[in-house]
């Protein structure tokens, strides 16, 4: 099978070999509604009232959210305002912590027997994805069509990001055991992991655990990036292609996170919903690289703190992984569901000033969808629907090989992202 394209990037995994260390708990816990692709969850909590772990705080009012629920127990402070990395602003709960960690009672384990019963426990969990995507867990059980494939996303390809590799290292056999139950659950033949080869340690520890389940395979990947996104690995793992403007699922492929999938199956043990995760705290002002497990909405300055960052000299924050990572605003931004990485700079990095393209061709050659982006740049500039069309711009996953490749220092991805909205609104 043809491999596709892609790149590789430097060697930046400083925490791929520190255990998961548990967070102390802050002094303040702050909580935003919006935590996940959809609409905001609105508050319904009031101030000074008391909350348990796992208790609802933020209820969704349509199909395009799910419930919010505290980290800790304690006394909501007050009910404050919260500006998301692209400036919106939403309702926020701050919580003081008790330090008591007292579980609400609602907290039992689900009944999940059925599709629509593990399609409502994701909902009533607050699953969302875990890789960094933040959609909604839910939706993708409660569709009709029939799923042959459950692929499961340990490709943990993005410069920093380890909070993957120590799920797989340290919580192997709940990865399998929530595999297991989806696939029994959802009828599904064959389950494929995808893991990339330079983590042989994670492919042993996974396929000695999936050795007594019947149809789990762990798939050995090229380390190149980017291996992680969803139509490169079901491509790499079931030979399948998605076709434009479609998703996995449309083709009968289930894909999932290794992490969600871990969750999913302590959910389905505990009861107790999405209310910490794992984050990779690394970048050139941290000293100590780790893998942190963290309260949803610890302020981001309590966790680069413990992680002894030089925060005098932080010039920039970024939400995930050195590629896509969403560059964060200021030190009062907290800890959020799909956040798998905090990475803290010293320095700035400003982009080049970009020069005439002289059509080197290394885009081309970078592109794991075979798009070329130099074209599509002269036709958003162009402002040419038709063009853009048959160039097929909506193959385009911003993942920004072409950038990042381009000698010319062209903001290609950036570009082809412009016109993908084009395409939408024409």
């Known amino acids: 099978m043809k491999r596709l394209n892609g790149i590789r990037l430097q060697k930046g995994k400083r ?10 708990l802050p002094k303040l816990i702050r909580i935003p509604m919006l935590m996940h692709m959809g609409e ?7 101030p000074d009232e008391y909350v348990y772990v796992g208790q609802v705080i933020g209820k969704p ?61 994701a909902k009533n969990s607050g699953c969302v994805g875990l890789g960094g995507s933040g959609d909604l867990t839910y939706r993708k059980f409660a569709r009709t069509e029939k799923m042959h494939t459950l692929v499961l996303n340990g490709a943990e390809c993005e410069l920093y990001l380890t909070s993957d590799l120590r799920q797989m ?3 192997a056999e709940e990865i399998i055991s929530g595999a297991a139950m989806i696939q029994k659950i959802m009828k599904i033949k064959e389950v494929l992991i995808g893991v ?79 209310i910490d ?25 309590d966790v680069l703190s413990y992680a002894s960052c030089e925060l005098d000299l932080v010039k920039q924050i970024y939400s995930g992984g050195g590629m896509m990572g969403v560059s964060y605003p200021a030190f009062r931004a907290s800890v959020i569901k799909p956040q798998n990485g905090l990475i803290a700079m010293k320095n700035i990095v400003k982009p080049k000033e970009p020069t005439d ?22 036709a958003y500039q162009q402002r040419n629907v038709r063009m853009l069309t048959n160039l097929h711009a909506g193959l385009c996953m911003n993942c920004g090989c072409c950038s990042y490749v381009c000698p010319a220092n062209r903001p290609l991805s950036e570009t082809i992202k412009q016109a993908k909205a084009l395409l939408t609104n024409a």
């Not at 905001?40 to 009031?46: D, F, G, L």
């Not at 990339?196 to 007594?212: C, F, H, M, R, Y």
């Not at 050659?365 to 070329?372: D, Q, S, Y």
């Open 15 to 24: 925490a791929q070999n520190k255990q998961i260390t548990v967070l102390p």
């Open 40 to 46: 905001p969850c609105s508050v319904c909590v009031e």
């Open 61 to 121: 009012e349509s199909e395009d959210a799910v419930p919010i629920h505290a980290s800790v127990s304690g006394t909501v402070s007050v009910i404050s305002e919260y500006t998301m990395p692209d400036g919106q602003k939403i309702p926020c709960v701050e919580i003081v912590p008790d330090g008591l960690q007292v579980i609400h009672p609602d907290c039992t384990p689900p009944t999940i027997n059925t599709r629509q019963d593990l399609a409502d426990a």
């Open 169 to 171: 290292l340290e919580n």
């Open 196 to 274: 990339q080869s330079n983590q042989p340690a994670a492919i042993q520890v996974l396929t000695e655990a999936a050795e007594k389940q019947k149809g789990i395979t762990v798939c050995p990947l090229p380390a190149v990036y980017p291996q992680g996104e969803k139509k490169v690995l079901v491509y790499h793992t079931t030979g399948l292609v998605v076709p434009e403007n479609q998703e996995p699922e449309d083709i009968g492929v289930l894909v999932l996170n290794v992490s969600t999938c871990a969750f999913l199956y302590r959910y389905s043990q505990t009861g107790i919903p999405l």
């Open 277 to 301: 995760r794992v984050v990779t705290v690394d970048g050139n002002a941290v000293p100590k690289a780790c893998n942190l497990q963290v309260p949803i909405g610890t302020p981001i300055i």
């Open 357 to 378: 393209c002289i059509r080197c061709g290394k885009c081309l050659r970078a592109c794991p969808m075979n798009l070329i982006p130099t074209e599509l740049d002269r």
